[in-house]
Every structure is written in C-alpha cells, then in structure tokens.
C-alpha cells in the first residue's frame, strides 16, 4: 500500500545568490502577498531583493506574516528585481522602481505608483507530499543553487528510488528533468518530464517545462502545441515568453510574436535579446518606427551583443 503525503512540493530551482551590503538607502519598501484564487494573505512567502543599481542582491530575506505583509527598510532607490517564493504556490518575479516624488519615495510597478505593493501569487497543481520527502527535495534544489548539477541529479535519482513506493513520487521526475535540461540534454529531460505528465496531465509547470524543451531543440511545432496548452496568464517568465516569440516569428506569425516580445520585455525591461528580437518583428511587419526605437534600446542594453551590428546597420538605415 502506498504511503500518503501531505505538505506541498518545491517546485521551483533556487537561483544561486550574491549578497551584498551595498543597497542601504532610505527607501521603506512593504507589501502584501495573497492568494490569486482564494484572495487570502499568504504567510511564510520569502522575499528576494536585487538591486539593479548595485547590481546584488540585499543581504535581508524578508517573509510574509500571517497577514501577507512584508517589509525591508533602508533601502536605496532606482530599479529593484523582487522575487516571491513559497512551496506550493508558482514564484512571482516583478521589477519596480523606487522614486522620489514629493519628499517620499514611491514604488512604480507597471507605469503606476504606490506606496505598498499588492502581489498575487497562484497556487501551484501537484500532489502532497511528507515533510521528510520535502527536505530532501530542497537539499537537492541547494545543489543545484550552488550550480552542482550532476551531484543535484544524483540525489533526485536516489530521492525517487528510496521512496518509490510514495504516492505522487512520479512529480521527482519534473526535478529530474530540470536537471537534464540544465545539462542542455534536453531530449533526456522530456523523457523525464513526459513520465511526470502522465501522472499530473494539467502540471502547468510540467506542461511549461515540455514546452521549453522542445523550443531549445528547435522543434517548433512541437514547442507550440506544448505552450498552446496554457493561457497567456500561466506564462510569467520572461524566458519562456521570449522562447514562444521566437517560435512565432520563425512560422512568419509576426502579429503573435510581437504579443510575447512585449510581454518579456515588459517583465524584464532589461532584456536586450527580446527587445532585439521585436525590433526584427516590427520591421518584418513593416512598423519601421516601432522597430527604431526597440533596435536602440537593445544597442544601448548590450553594447557587447552579437546582435548590436545588425541593430546598428538597421537603425541607420531606416533613419536615413
């Protein structure tokens, strides 16, 4: 008889980190952080702050209290990346700006402004599993923030192997995936990961992961069938957003791409290969003055990318 499981499952990497002193200013930054279906407060979310002026991250992880609330003082102002983490719920990430306006700093999240930040994070599909399970999963998630991939492998393999008789023990194949894929095997991670979705049909993780997959390996009819699964709200990250543009615009479906160039770059306003890659829509969609002023900003993004001589041969010619 299989056991039964009960706490819910990381389902995410964990990015490895570089803390940093160097971001102490006069900025409050405080928020709240419920549940996108139910609207309750979500406590135990943790919070990761990265400067972009200081180009680290602050040394301080703040955690929601049973209230959702958070906050983090002494910050400086400019452009912060903010990441939202918690088992069982899909990670948020947003950029926001903290300006001085009228004697206060104020935080400006999507062209608005606001003096406490409101996020919604979405309950993630999946099974339940033990606590004990659960540490060993985020020992093997550690491995991999320290960039020990084949090590992080090793222990997922062992993980499924010593619990094989667990229900919903099929989810550690997602993990086992991941770790393929940042191998760059990528046909071994779908074998994996299609083991998974057998079990979980509708892991939208799962289902975005198989998408991804198939984008790097360059079979794009597959990598659409994947990603046409999920809604436009599923898909925050602005790698995958960018990964279904390129899908687009290699089949010609330029109107499609331009929708998630957009969207990754309004994400991540610093991602200068998806601005590139608009542009490229935009002046295959004849927008010469839309493709302009995204094809500058790539330029200005990355002054070092291999894009840049395209994007500089292209804006002097249209601005002749």
Same mark, same amino acid.
């Not at 990497?13 to 490895?16: D, L, N, P, T, V």
């Not at 990603?227 to 436009?232: E, M, V, Y």
């Given at each position: 008889m299989k056991k039964t499981l009960f706490l819910s499952i990381l389902i995410f990497?964990? !990015?490895?980190l570089i803390? !940093?002193?160097a971001t102490s200013g006069k900025v409050k930054m405080r928020g709240y952080v419920y549940d996108m279906d139910t609207g309750k407060p979500i406590p135990g979310v943790k919070i990761k702050l990265y400067s972009i002026r200081a180009q680290s991250f602050h040394n301080i992880t703040p955690v929601t209290d049973e209230k959702g609330h958070w906050k983090s003082l002494f910050m400086r102002g400019g452009k912060w990346y903010i990441d939202f983490n918690k088992v069982g719920y899909a990670p948020r990430k947003i950029a926001v700006s903290y300006n001085f306006v009228n004697g206060k700093y104020y935080a400006f999240f999507k062209g608005n402004k606001f003096e406490s930040l409101t996020v919604k994070m979405k309950k993630m599909e999946g099974p339940a599993l033990a606590g004990d399970v659960v540490k060993e999963i985020? *020992?093997?998630n550690a491995l991999l923030a320290e960039k020990k991939t084949k090590k992080a492998l090793n222990s997922f393999l062992a993980i499924q192997k010593k619990n094989s008789d667990v229900e919903g023990i099929e989810i550690v194949n997602l993990y086992i995936g991941n770790c393929y894929s940042l191998l760059s095997k990528f046909e071994k991670a779908i074998e994996f990961y299609m083991k998974a979705i057998q079990k979980y049909p509708k892991h939208k993780g799962l289902i975005l992961s198989i998408a991804n997959s198939y984008s790097n390996l360059k079979q794009?009819? *597959?990598a659409l069938e994947w990603?046409? *699964?999920? !809604?436009?709200e599923d898909i925050t990250n602005p790698d995958s957003l960018y990964n279904i543009g390129v899908n687009y615009y290699n089949t010609m479906k330029y109107q499609k791409a331009v929708k998630y160039f957009e969207k990754a770059v309004e994400l991540k306003n610093d991602f200068a290969e998806a601005y590139f890659q608009l542009g490229m829509t935009y002046v295959a969609m004849n927008k010469i003055s839309e493709a302009l002023k995204v094809l500058k900003k790539s330029m200005e993004l990355d002054p070092d990318s291999p894009n840049y001589q395209t994007a500089k041969e292209l804006v002097k010619a249209f601005s002749k």
């Open positions: 990497i964990c !990015s490895s803390f !940093s002193q985020e *020992k093997a794009m009819d *597959k990603f046409g *699964k999920l !809604s436009d």
